[in-house]
């Protein structure tokens, strides 16, 4: 029982280049959310999805593009990294309801901008 | 969004209950209550949820104050691996679901 997984665990990009978070979650959840969290910081969340072709924009969306092609994957796009991108993001899904199903998450990508 | 107010660190002795405390004056009638925890290195991980009622689980429980305006998660005997930030959240299910996380509070057991 996978849940939810992030690749890559780590990676280290230079201020101007591109790279795209993979997420997957194999619990055929409808909500997906990609959050990210600063050194001592708690989560802010950057973009959500409530089903596939459906998204929209979180708390702190500048700088980041998503898709939503299929129930199962949530990419993150980030098209021009700057410095102020380095953080730990994560994936997470939980079922359509009102309100009471939990969240699960990804472990995580640790992403350096230098 | 629904803010929720907690204090940023809290001490614990190991072996005893821990009471962490969590304001949400603004909360509406729809909204659901939620607590995570993120041990040190992790993705957070689901601790318990409620609406109204009190709620218990392996885990621990959840004591809502009646007029929903604050609530308190209680681990009933605090363990070294229970050390954690622990973040209280509305489900904001009629605004899209939305889960918005604050600053946490931030527990330390003391051996």
């Known amino acids: 029982n996978a849940g939810v997984t992030q690749t890559p665990k780590f990676r280290i990009l230079k201020i101007g280049q591109s790279m795209t978070l993979q997420c997957t979650q194999d619990m055929n959840h409808n909500y997906m959310y990609w959050y990210r969290q600063d050194p001592g910081m708690g989560l802010k969340l950057i973009y959500y999805?409530?089903?596939?072709?459906?998204?929209d924009k979180g708390e702190v969306p500048n700088g980041y593009n998503v898709s939503r092609s299929t129930t199962e994957d949530f990419p993150l796009r980030l098209e021009l990294a700057a410095p102020s991108q380095t953080s730990v993001y994560f994936c997470?899904?939980?079922?359509?309801?009102?309100?009471?199903?939990?969240?699960?998450f990804g472990n995580g990508t640790r992403l350096t901008v230098t | 969004d629904a803010k929720t107010t907690q204090p940023n660190s809290m001490e614990s002795n190991e072996e005893e209950p821990v009471h962490l405390p969590c304001n949400h004056s603004?909360?509406?009638?729809?909204?659901?209550i939620h607590w995570y925890r993120q041990l040190p290195s992790q993705g957070p991980e689901y601790v318990i949820h409620g609406l109204t009622s009190n709620v218990n689980n392996r885990m621990a429980s959840l004591a809502i104050a009646e007029d929903r305006k604050s609530s308190t998660l209680i681990l009933h005997r605090a363990t070294l691996r229970d050390a954690a930030v622990y973040y209280c959240i509305l489900r904001e299910w009629n605004t899209g679901n939305q889960f918005y996380f604050g600053t946490g509070t931030s527990l330390t057991v003391i051996p």
């Open positions: 603004t909360i509406s009638g729809t909204d659901y």
């Open positions: 999805s409530v089903g596939a072709g459906i998204t």
């Open positions: 997470a899904s939980s079922y359509r309801d009102r309100g009471g199903s939990p969240l699960h």
